[in-house]
């Protein structure tokens, strides 16, 4: 398949889904965004990704790709294709049907616990993952799921962790495709004043050894039932 995915800032990468991809043989575009790339048409690709960034799904007057993302976004999901967008790729795809964009009432960074909803038990884009897992998260917006959107988990600090519009189209607002390098990178470029309950310090992310070693079981689940779907 040929898979295009949407890089807002420079230092957010693909994480453990690039190689994942790349072992079964699909192609890989990247559309850097922060460096002025146009966004490519529904025709040039059959998944369409959209990762995280320091944007806020509003703000069109500082990003001016953003209007052109959720065009995107709302076609590629109506045309049934494979889409996933991760942190501020879910709360856009959320927008780009009609869900408000709000801070969170927390700060959310490091590892916490995601859990099913009795909805995301059942769902298809859900399949063989735990009911309650450990993941890990950068963020402080959130979103309402959009109208026809079904909620599949949620956090203690989030209650929309993970949505569905339809049945292949995913928004998750953690970061499954998380690794030691990337996870270093957040913490060198991605910078947030931490407060609060639920933020995590440097050491305490990284030294998650557990953590990290079982996040590629989670993100195989996911991008399996995606691309099955």
């Excluded at 790339?37 to 959209?50: G, W």
């Excluded at 909803?117 to 884009?125: D, I, S, Y």
């Excluded at 600090?157 to 957040?186: C, M, N, S, W, Y």
Aim: proline content about 7%.
């Amino acid at each position: 398949m040929r898979v295009a995915w949407l890089q807002a800032v420079a230092f957010e990468s693909l994480g453990t889904i690039e190689p994942w991809l790349r072992h079964r043989d699909h192609q890989i575009r990247k559309v850097a965004l922060w460096d002025g790339e146009a966004l490519p048409s529904v025709e040039e690709f059959d998944v369409l990704i959209a990762m995280g960034g320091a944007a806020v799904p509003t703000d069109e007057r500082h990003y001016p790709w953003i209007a052109g993302q959720l065009d995107l976004l709302r076609s590629a999901t109506v045309m049934n294709m494979p889409v996933l967008g991760i942190c501020l790729g879910a709360q856009l795809l959320a927008h780009a049907f009609g869900s408000p964009i709000r801070p969170n009432r927390d700060l959310e960074i490091g590892w916490h616990a995601v859990c099913q909803t009795r909805e995301g038990l059942v769902h298809p884009l859900m399949s063989d993952i735990a009911p309650s897992f450990m993941t890990f998260h950068w963020h402080q917006d959130t979103v309402m799921p959009p109208p026809g959107a079904v909620t599949l988990a949620s956090s203690r600090a989030t209650k929309i962790q993970a949505f569905a519009i339809g049945a292949r189209a995913l928004g998750v607002q953690f970061h499954p495709e998380i690794d030691p390098a990337k996870a270093t990178d957040f913490s060198k470029c991605a910078h947030r004043e931490r407060s609060g309950q639920y933020a995590q310090s440097d050491q305490e992310l990284m030294s998650a050894t557990v953590n990290f070693d079982n996040q590629p079981a989670l993100m195989d689940a996911l991008m399996g039932n995606l691309l099955r779907v």
